[in-house]
């Protein structure tokens, strides 16, 4: 089936001047989507993914004078989703939780020891900070495929860009954090 043409920018900026048929518009376009981006985002089912999705949209249309989209329309709307998903991982605390030692049958010998352990989860944390300083769609790239197991054709389904893309997204973070992080191996 074709798609119908839809020009992101004109919408964008009626619905910026506040026209609810744009906004009306926009929703219609992307909402399907973003639900099931949250979906797959969060572990289990849950009625959680409707309420991100539409607090998104509802923020987005009051905050939309102060809106700043530097991507994608598109893009923009699924990191906002994204986010709110990690948010509510936060409210939770379930995203990130490092164990506090590592469990004695699965730990490897070298972390056994406290200053090793210690190095262990500074490395962690330094990586993390590292790929917080990526480019917002290249991080959400790089997430979804690392952190959350997708594979390049489910992350260009989701993110409605080509597998190159995917591709090369993952390639330049890869690069970027092997560069800026010493210990692992360069590309």
């Given at each position: 089936?074709?798609?119908?043409?839809?020009?992101?920018?004109?919408?964008?900026?009626?619905?910026?001047?506040?026209?609810?048929?744009?906004?009306?518009?926009?929703?219609?376009?992307?909402?399907?989507?973003?639900?099931?981006?949250?979906?797959?985002?969060?572990?289990?089912?849950?009625?959680?993914?409707?309420?991100?999705?539409?607090?998104?949209?509802?923020?987005?249309?009051?905050?939309?004078?102060?809106?700043?989209?530097?991507?994608?329309?598109?893009?923009?709307?699924?990191?906002?989703?994204?986010?709110?998903?990690?948010?509510?991982?936060?409210?939770?605390?379930?995203?990130?939780?490092?164990?506090?030692?590592?469990?004695?049958?699965?730990?490897?010998a070298g972390y056994q020891q406290p200053d090793h352990l210690l190095m262990y989860k500074d490395m962690v944390v330094h990586?993390?900070?590292?790929?917080?300083?990526?480019?917002?769609?290249?991080?959400?790239?790089?997430?979804?495929?690392?952190?959350?197991?997708?594979?390049?054709?489910?992350?260009?389904?989701?993110?409605?860009?080509?597998?190159?893309?995917?591709?090369?997204?993952?390639?330049?973070?890869?690069?970027?954090?092997?560069?800026?992080?010493?210990?692992?191996?360069?590309?």
């Amino acid at each position: 089936m074709a798609r119908l043409s839809f020009d992101e920018n004109k919408y964008l900026q009626l619905f910026i001047s506040g026209n609810e048929e744009a906004f009306d518009a926009i929703f219609k376009r992307y909402y399907e989507g973003l639900l099931n981006f949250a979906k797959v985002l969060l572990p289990y089912p849950t009625d959680e993914a409707e309420d991100i999705v539409a607090e998104m949209f509802c923020h987005l249309w009051q905050h939309r004078s102060q809106l700043t989209i530097s991507n994608t329309l598109g893009a923009y709307l699924y990191v906002a989703v994204k986010n709110r998903v990690y948010d509510y991982y936060r409210r939770k605390k379930l995203l990130f939780d490092l164990p506090e030692a590592a469990p004695e049958e699965n730990a490897v010998a070298g972390y056994q020891q406290p200053d090793h352990l210690l190095m262990y989860k500074d490395m962690v944390v330094h990586i993390r900070q590292l790929i917080e300083q990526l480019p917002p769609q290249m991080r959400l790239v790089f997430r979804l495929h690392r952190d959350e197991g997708f594979s390049y054709d489910q992350i260009a389904g989701l993110l409605n860009i080509s597998v190159n893309s995917v591709k090369t997204h993952m390639f330049r973070a890869l690069r970027i954090l092997k560069e800026a992080y010493a210990i692992l191996p360069k590309c």
